[in-house]
């Protein structure tokens, strides 16, 4: 049975098969059409999920999409009438239902087939479903509290719910105009951060300020009785004017969020040519405060609800990576698993796991702790490339590459490190990283003038090997999607300068032997000779999405001050 999962009319479409409840392949669109969280229809992650599974769209039995036009619809209706919201959002909401009511049409011009062709049976699976589907079927419990939590998805922002064997139950829901990842999102543009997905830009600046407007801040977000939250509708423009996304060439663009009544209470907005004063910092140190306040509460409440002590997160806010961070040590909860695409991409995945789990009553495979299942390329297809843009290059065995890579570190080097199938989701995990040596203080200025030139507030992660998480963190947990920020102990810091950021943290990558053993091999050999047993990881782009193929990272080495790069054990040093 062949399961094709789409993610599709929205940010980070994406599309993954299963084969009879085994994840085969799965992908972004934004890796082939070079545009960050490209929306619309995902018809060159679909061509290529079918070329690796050897399969054409008429071997498919099941299409699901992580979008349901009925859902909720009765409230949408309400909602409506109530706000009067604005002609243009409603037309531009109607256009999107036709278009997701139009899957098999879309396939055959994507594939060139005709539709009739195309006998799967089309799903339509409730977006939070999907995240929640997506973390709970592919957790290592049987049974799990699950929180799923994002801007909006079929009328909703958050979800409840407990997943037991492979039956998801849904507890309770916030609907429309109420949601922490609009109320983020919000602020985020406030602070002069305008493009779709620059949440992460104030949770790397956060920890330059202090908390100080979170009671300011009380009024716009409130806890309520029931375990959740609501917002303070005068602050933002959605309740009235809809949440009005557009995709002009598959780039999403979210209108502005904020009111004028938000602007008289917290002063003029920056743009984000501004520089940044303290009240900036200070006031994203605040929505950062209270955003994890509101997910502890929640979770403090859903734990009372249901005393399970094991929590699946998902949704936008689930790439909190600061918030998960403490989740363990702020509610009751036990034990957490966080799935490597928790954002939009990743309800590819769950729609075709609730479906096969949930609706086919199918039992449940291994968890889900290998995110590697994109694009991959053989030595001799990369040698190919190299011969024919005649690039010096070096083929080595695995000693002479970890060899050769931790000497290039060790001399302030700057490594592309190019292995095996390309991750899914945001996080490079050592298959399409840039790596850089943790015991520089200099390293964020390299990699900046080098290759990343961004923002000099965000911080460069650690990957480290999992058996010395204890040893450099405050926190043991496995972090395999670098999903977490943990503190990293005192005495540690001044040995790993480069990914310790402002605060003392680290957003950690525990690299396992059992799941990417060349990756570790690599780092071990870094610890034999410094004896740390950390590298800086990044992603390998340079402010584009993550490269795909070889040619995309020979471009950017070529583009770039990089010094090294490596695809699989071919190595090419800058001349």
């Given at each position: 049975?062949?399961?094709?999962g789409l993610?599709?009319?929205?940010g980070?479409?994406s599309a993954c098969i ?8 799965a992908?972004e ?7 960050k969280?490209?929306?619309g229809?995902?018809?060159e992650?679909?061509?290529?999920c079918?070329n690796?599974?050897?399969i054409?769209?008429k071997?498919?039995v099941?299409?699901t999409l992580?979008?349901d036009?009925?859902?909720n619809?009765t409230r949408?209706?309400?909602?409506l009438?109530?706000k009067g919201?604005s002609l243009?959002?409603?037309i531009d909401?109607?256009q999107?239902?036709n278009?997701i009511?139009?899957v ?15 006998k ?7 977006h939070?479903r999907?995240h929640?589907a ?7 419990f ?11 998805g ?5 979800m409840?719910?407990?997943g037991k ?7 309770d829901?916030v609907t429309?105009p ?5 109320f983020y999102t919000?602020?985020?543009q ?9 949440e992460y830009k104030v949770m790397?600046l956060?920890p330059?300020?202090?908390p100080?407007?979170?009671d ?8 309520t009785e029931?375990g959740?939250f609501?917002?303070?509708e005068?602050?933002?423009l ?6 009005k996304m557009?995709w002009?060439?598959g780039i999403?663009?979210i209108?502005?969020l904020?009111s004028?009544?938000?602007i008289?209470?917290f002063?003029?907005p920056?743009h984000?040519?501004d520089?940044?004063t303290d009240?900036h910092?200070n006031?994203a140190?605040s ?9 502890f509460?929640?979770l403090?409440?859903?734990?009372k609800?249901t005393?399970i ?9 689930a790439?909190?990576s600061v918030?998960n961070?403490?989740?363990?040590s ?13 954002h939009?991409?990743?309800t590819s ?5 609730y479906?096969?789990?949930h ?15 994109g694009?991959?390329?053989?030595v001799?297809v990369?040698?190919?490339?190299l ?5 010096v ?5 695995d000693a ?5 890579v931790t000497n290039?570190?060790i001399e ?6 190019f292995?095996?199938r390309?991750?899914f989701g945001p996080?490079?995990?050592g298959?399409r990283?840039i790596?850089?040596d943790?015991?520089r203080?200099?390293v964020?200025?390299i990699l900046n003038l080098k290759?990343k ?15 010395y998480?204890?040893e450099?963190?405050e ?5 395999p999607f ?7 102990k005192q005495?540690k810091?001044k040995d ?6 402002v605060?003392g943290?680290?957003r ?9 053993p060349?990756?570790?091999n ?8 410094t004896?740390?047993?950390?590298l800086?990881n990044?992603?390998f782009?340079?402010?584009e999405p993550i490269?795909n193929?070889p040619q995309q990272?020979l471009d950017?080495f070529?583009?770039?001050?990089m010094?090294?790069?490596v695809?699989?054990?071919?190595l090419i040093?800058r001349d």
């Open positions: 049975m062949y399961i094709l993610n599709a009319f929205h980070d479409s299963y084969k009879n409840g085994e994840l085969i392949v992908s669109e934004e890796r082939f059409r070079r545009i969280h490209w929306a229809f995902p018809s992650a679909i061509k290529f079918l690796e599974a050897q054409s769209i071997d498919v099941h299409i992580s979008r036009p009925n859902a619809v949408k209706m309400l909602h009438v109530k919201v243009g959002n409603l909401r109607i999107n239902r278009k009511s139009s098999k049409l879309q396939l055959a011009e994507a594939l060139g087939v005709e539709e009739k062709e195309i799967a049976e089309i799903h339509n699976i409730e939070h999907s929640m997506s973390a709970f079927f592919a957790s290592p049987e049974e799990s509290a699950i929180l799923s939590v994002d801007g909006f079929d009328f909703t922002s958050t409840i719910g407990v064997g492979n039956k998801i139950e849904v507890l829901s429309y109420h949601s922490l990842g609009i919000t602020f985020t406030f602070l002069g951060f305008p493009y779709y997905g620059d790397g956060a330059y300020g202090k100080l407007y979170v300011k801040l009380k009024d716009v977000i409130k806890f029931n959740f609501s917002l303070n005068k602050y933002f959605h309740p009235t004017q809809g949440v557009s002009e060439d999403p663009d209108d502005k904020y004028p009544y938000l008289a209470k002063g003029n920056r984000k040519e520089s940044l009240e910092r006031l140190a929505v950062q405060k209270i955003t994890e306040d509101v997910i509460y929640m403090d409440h859903l734990h609800q005393s002590d094991n929590i699946c997160i998902t949704g936008g806010v790439q909190n918030a961070g403490k989740i363990l702020s509610t009751p909860f036990k034990k957490i698993y966080i799935p490597p695409a928790g939009d991409a990743g995945i769950g729609s075709a796991l479906l096969y789990n609706l086919l009553d199918q039992p449940r495979t291994l968890p889900m702790y290998n995110p590697y299942t694009s991959k390329y053989t001799d990369i040698e190919q490339l011969l024919k843009h005649k690039i290059y070096k083929r080595l065995n002479e590459l970890y060899d050769q290039c570190l302030g080097g700057v490594v592309g490190w292995q095996g390309a991750e996080r490079a995990l298959h990283s790596l850089a943790p015991r203080n200099d964020k200025e290759i030139r961004r923002e000099s507030f965000r911080p460069f992660a650690p990957s480290i090997l999992k058996e998480v204890s450099y963190f926190q043991v947990d496995d972090v670098m999903e977490k920020v943990f503190l990293i005495d810091r790993i300068p480069a990914v310790t950021h605060d943290t680290g950690l990558q525990s690299v396992d032997k059992n799941v990417e060349k990756y570790y690599l780092i071990n050999e870094f610890k034999n000779k004896g740390i047993p950390v800086v990044t992603s782009n340079e402010n490269v193929s990272a950017c070529l583009r770039t001050k010094d090294m790069l695809m699989e054990n071919i040093k």
